[in-house]
């Protein structure tokens, strides 16, 4: 682990390089952040995982921050928090006493230098108030150990935020994340209960859905669309876990497998002999069995996504960020390093 700082904001030039290539907070990004901060999010000594960069126009920026959420900054205040361009200021405007980076290298500037392809040193375990990921686990090729990394980060009380690709993403990174890994992740017994999980198609619209446990609505959670998907999560760190000691299973898997899952004994009971007779037919048979399933199955899906406009209608429910945030009206938002205004 090494450190390094290269001060002051990047040339034109260089900003047009970086948010091209760099991680950073995008209007949605920026949305979840306040939505965040507004619901109790402790910003008070945060680590970005990359030196997050504001990728949104200086209009955009005043716009979401003062209209929609409310935010009562003058607008030369915003101008040098956006000229910046680097979100440390940012991050103090929403209550950060100390702001960190960490990248595998020092080319924008990260306060430290640590491959998250290895395990962090003790020394950033049980440390931060919040962690957050505003698009690079997906660029770590040994994610579960980035995705680890993350996690002991955070103290005991703290939290995890992050915004991933989720769909129509493919070859932005290595990979593209599914609801179902942040569930299985971020749970009690790696020592997280997760907060948040809302899914939004690009990185302007409010057309955001509330995604809901695979697990809690037994069955998978899907979509068909053809936009770029991101998703954005929020955890708490409720205990020090030995993290991922378990490997976490996906949830359908995990009924499949178990015995004492089944409500209905006699109903597995006659699955288990219906299965037992086919194991008996000759393979052409199961073959077509099998492609008749897997067809059947895809049509049921597909009909309920279009029904649905495109989405699982009971695992993505419609969800407006800036009206949940303004339920929360009048309530204390800490700002600049813990100055407390109202909305």
Request: aromatic share 10%.
């Amino acid at each position: 682990m090494a450190r390094s700082r290269i001060g002051g904001p990047p040339s034109l030039f260089r900003r047009w390089c970086l948010s091209a290539l760099g991680t950073g907070i995008n209007a949605n990004g920026l949305r979840f952040l306040l939505l965040a901060q507004r619901q109790g999010a402790d910003f008070s000594r945060v680590a970005m995982l990359g030196r997050q960069g504001i990728h949104i126009s200086f209009d955009r920026f005043a716009d979401i921050l003062r209209r929609e959420f409310g935010v009562d900054q003058s607008l030369s205040d915003l101008r040098a928090i956006h000229g910046h361009f680097y979100a440390e200021k940012l991050f103090r405007l929403l209550g950060a006493h100390e702001v960190i980076s960490v990248d595998a290298s020092s080319y924008e500037g990260a306060d430290i230098v640590h491959d998250f392809n290895a395990p962090i040193p003790d020394e950033l375990k049980r440390n931060f108030s919040l962690v957050f990921d505003g698009g690079t686990l997906e660029h770590v090729f040994f994610f579960t150990t980035a995705l680890r990394n993350a996690m002991e980060m955070v103290c005991v009380g703290g939290g995890f935020i992050g915004v991933s690709p989720a769909n129509n993403e493919m070859g932005h990174g290595f990979y593209q994340i599914s609801p179902e890994l942040y569930f299985r992740a971020l749970n009690p017994r790696n020592g997280f209960a997760l907060d948040q999980m809302y899914l939004h198609e690009g990185r302007e619209s409010r057309r955001w859905f509330r995604v809901a446990d695979p697990d809690a609505i037994v069955q998978r959670v899907t979509l068909l669309n053809t936009r770029p998907t991101l998703l954005s999560v929020r955890a708490t760190c409720q205990s020090d876990q030995d993290i991922f000691a378990t490997p976490p299973q996906q949830s359908d898997y995990s009924r499949a497998w178990s015995a004492e899952d089944s409500a209905n004994s006699r109903t597995t009971e006659k699955r288990s002999a219906l299965r037992r007779m086919l194991h008996f037919l000759p393979i052409p048979f199961k073959r077509a069995i099998t492609i008749a399933r897997v067809q059947i199955r895809e049509r049921l899906i597909r009909r309920r996504m279009l029904a649905g406009g495109g989405h699982d209608r009971r695992g993505l429910v419609p969800f407006d960020p800036v009206v949940a945030a303004r339920e929360t009206e009048g309530k204390p938002v800490r700002l600049g390093g813990g100055e407390v205004k109202r909305t």
